[in-house]
């Protein structure tokens, strides 16, 4: 899930500092019931099963002829199933990163023998052995949390130590940040901004106003209690009923430092060196365009920049290095929490595809809003991002649905029908979208792995998208586990 401000919701060439700062971050909670991902029953772990060896095989050459930086961005509100496509190249990039966001963020990907994993903060190249994951300067840390989600993989057989690395200025959130969170929600009343209240935005927010804490202070224990004290006490100032013990907080994390200590290091430095030494970095974005915090649909937006400006800020790498950049956006649309949604559905329809797509929040649990493909918003974020592919995921999903809508245009209040997306949202609020009609295919694609496999028009419904974005619809997601990938050819 994309929290929101108000949107809801190596090797040879790393130092020895780098090497021991490892064992941070990794956000995974494995749970059974699978919140984020379309899960069939018992269908999910038997698709997974086995089947990552089988799509490795099979698309071996597409994934190595990609670029040696990679970018898989989300393009909608996010949850447009950005892991699975992460999971999946993770295997082929010696570096996985991490570059904005926080634990707001929740993916949901499976391992060969079918285990789920839901992760929020590490990256989910944990999963490939040969990889360094990174968390970037971009990302804000809640540190006891990272480590319960550490713990979490070591009793399952995932072990993060000397695999993962967090920047040094990387800037740490705290409970007092979820405490306000929690206050500034309850403040809003009936226009409640459906924040995860993860303590992201106030996360940032301290970050913004230049009195937050980065990682690295941790090391300087008396700066790091001063700072703390400092934020507490603004947070006291602003809000009536805040509580919070920060002189405890304070000697928790005093045994915090020593445990963190290995996993900090220069990763601006880190990313950089790795990529003047040939190593191949993939970067996972989090959250999406459409709740960026410039060009999303503010207020109801994320704390932070999701699009490609913010990655290249986040993990401190330059634009021109960016070779390929990766839109991923389901075959419809979801949002969660409060906000405007042009292409948003009502009823049985909306109610079909939200359990047809196990359509709930990985972080949250709680139900997505549901809508049919919107094209406006999707060039809107091409235009940001500057796709080179688009990965078009959960096409499977509208298998039993006998006509399939696309927006394709919206017309605003005056009349005028436009391609543009509107930066208002009260006028994004009372736009009539404009739709074309396709027919469904009415049969189960689950198991197509070719093109060619394919039904004529869900073939004819790719191929509209693509016609539509001017970007190669080149990945196709048929189901959940790695092998359910389609290479257009």
Known sequence: DSSSHRARDDDAFVSDDAKRALRLAAVVVIDDVARGAREPPSAAPNAARGGGERERERNADEWGSLGRVCAVLGSQWGDEGKGKLVDILAREYDVVARCQG??????TIYDDDGKKYALHLVPSGILNKNAMCVVGNGVVVHLPGMFEEIDALLKVGVDARGRMMVSDRAHLLFDLHK??????????????????????????????????????DIRDQAKFAEGLRILAADAAARFDNFEYDVEAEIERYKGIAERIEPFIADTVDYVNTAHKNGKRILVE??????????????????????????????????????ETVIGVAKAYTTRVGSGPYPTELHGEVADKLRELGFEYGTTTGRPRRIGWLDMVALNYANLINGFTHINLTKLDVLDQMEEIKIGVAYKLPNGQVTTAFPSDISTLEKVEVVYETYPGWMSDISKCRTWDELPENAKKYVLRVEELAEVECRYIGVGPGRDAMVVKP
Do not use: W
């Open 102 to 107: 926080g634990a707001n963020a929740g993916h």
């Open 179 to 216: 405490e306000i969170d929690g206050l500034r929600e309850a403040e809003l009343s009936g226009n409640k901004i459906g924040t995860t209240k993860r303590g992201i935005g106030p996360a940032y927010a301290s970050k913004a106003t230049r009195n937050g804490l980065r990682l690295g």
């Open 285 to 322: 974005g989090a959250n999406a365009t459409m709740l960026d915090l410039d060009f999303g649909t503010y207020p109801f937006v994320t704390s932070s920049n999701p699009a490609l400006g913010g990655v290249c800020n986040g993990l401190g790498l330059a634009p021109r290095k960016f």
